[in-house]
């Protein structure tokens, strides 16, 4: 389609006529493909009835093709100067709203009191600023939204961290930290040729769909979250002197000890060969150890 935002010339003269170059620090890669774009709303099975969060719309170009399928779009835009492009941009689309917030700042409480009363289907969809993807994820897992799913762009080596399998280099506490909430799947890969301008990466769209319950029943998920932490400080150490490193108090030892003989975890393996069922073993049987 010639009036598409996401052509190089097209957006090449919408950057020309507001005299705006993309601001680094804001993680700006504008895309310049459609069929990408187009594969990204298709990834979320966005239709008539979702209703699609979108992060960081830069000059419009995703949101103008999430705007085609689906029923409402609420994309969070924290560059003032792009305010007035957007409203330009995506003056034929009627069910669109922009919101000038930081993303990690919504509060998403009032937000959803606000705007999500009628929603029956919500996902996420963006093209994630880099700088910041893990945080945004987080923030997103963490909030009161509803979220079905999330369809996102961002670097190739962050999404296979959070799809890694265990005993994988990629494999990590941000890989378990997603796969706790998370059914984690790489949908494409993207090369950095398409983005204006060019980041020095290429990227990935993942899909994470939110599980109903997490793979495994943990009696205290702060203390999972910690013991997966502190099993990842060093690598190439055993679990067992990453645990008693964060124990750190020599009478703990013993009790360190007794957990480890409650699960069928043998504590000379290195974290990174751990599922997330056995770090949960773990952490039941630490439930009462002071980490
Ligand atoms: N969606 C556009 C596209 O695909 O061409 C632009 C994507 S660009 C990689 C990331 C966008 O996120 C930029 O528009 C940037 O200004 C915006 N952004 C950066 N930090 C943000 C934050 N904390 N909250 C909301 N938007 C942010």
Redesign the pocket.
């Known amino acids: 389609n010639q009036q598409d935002i996401?052509t190089p010339s097209h957006t090449n003269e919408i950057l020309n006529k507001y005299n705006l170059s993309a601001?680094k620090s804001?993680?700006?890669?504008?895309?310049?493909d459609t069929n990408i774009?187009r594969n990204i709303v298709k990834t979320a099975a966005v239709d008539e009835k979702t209703t699609v969060i979108?992060?960081?719309?830069?000059?419009?170009?995703?949101?103008e093709q999430i705007a085609k399928e689906a029923k409402e779009v609420f994309a969070?835009?924290?560059?003032d100067r792009?305010l007035s492009v957007l409203d330009d941009t995506l003056s034929p689309y009627d069910n669109v709203t922009i919101l000038h917030?930081?993303?990690?700042?919504v509060d998403f409480e009032s937000f959803k009191e606000q705007y999500l009363e009628d929603t029956t289907r919500l996902v996420v969809i963006?093209?994630?600023?880099?700088?910041?993807t893990t945080p945004?994820i987080m923030h997103l897992i963490e909030s009161s939204l509803e979220v079905d799913e999330m369809v996102l762009?961002m670097q190739k080596e962050v999404a296979s961290r959070l799809e890694a399998k265990p005993s994988t280099k990629a494999y990590g506490s941000l890989s378990i930290a997603i796969q706790y909430y998370m059914d984690v799947e790489v949908a494409f890969t993207v090369p950095r040729t398409v983005?204006m301008p060019q980041p020095n990466v290429d990227s990935a769209i993942i899909r994470l769909k939110t599980l109903k319950e997490p793979p495994v029943q943990v009696k205290n998920e702060p203390l999972f979250f910690k013991i997966v932490r502190a099993s990842f400080v060093q690598r190439r150490k055993t679990i067992w002197n990453n645990l008693k490193k964060a124990l750190d108090d020599k009478q703990k030892e013993q009790e360190l000890k007794e957990a480890f003989q409650k699960t069928n975890v043998d504590s000379s393996r290195r974290g990174e060969s751990l599922t997330i069922e056995e770090f949960g073993q773990l952490a039941d049987a630490l439930v009462t150890c002071n980490l």
């Open positions: 996401a601001k804001l993680g700006q890669n504008f895309i310049i774009l979108e992060v960081g719309p830069g000059i419009g170009a995703l949101t969070f835009e924290i560059d792009l917030q930081d993303i990690l700042k963006a093209n994630l600023p880099y700088y910041i945004i762009m983005f």
